[in-house]
Nanobody, 122 residues
């Protein structure tokens, strides 16, 4: 059982940056690929990006490519989502999720964080 705790959300203005964190409880965290998802009000949850269990590869949705960066520190059991040049349309609840070994853009992840709100004002 992996417990994930999201943190780092908040209210920012368009063009600003935020960094989200996701801390894992499990010592085998390094076996898990990590994904970031978001859900805006009235919309379905969508894939933002992911990072492989080694940290060697990352994948991003087209809507955030070039603005968001995912990284991980396996020693700290933490994955990060650096969000730059934020736009009002990035407003959503952001979730991290863990999946053994490989990334998926679908929400077929075994473990989920509780989510953190990101609000971008124009």
């Amino acid at each position: 059982q992996v417990q994930l705790v999201n943190s780092g959300g908040g209210l920012v203005q368009a063009g600003e940056a935020l960094r989200l964190s996701c801390a894992a409880s499990e010592s085998t965290f390094s076996r898990y690929a990590m994904g970031w998802f978001r859900q805006a009000p009235g919309k379905e949850r969508e894939f933002v990006g992911g990072i492989t269990w080694t940290g060697g590869s990352t994948y991003y949705a087209d809507s955030v490519k070039g603005r968001f960066t995912i990284s991980r520190d396996n020693a700290r059991r933490t994955v990060y989502l650096q969000m730059n040049s934020l736009k009002p349309e990035d407003t959503a609840v952001y979730y991290c999720a863990a999946r053994l070994y490989s990334i998926s853009s679908r929400d077929d992840y075994a473990y989920w964080g509780q989510g953190t709100q990101v609000t971008v004002s124009s």
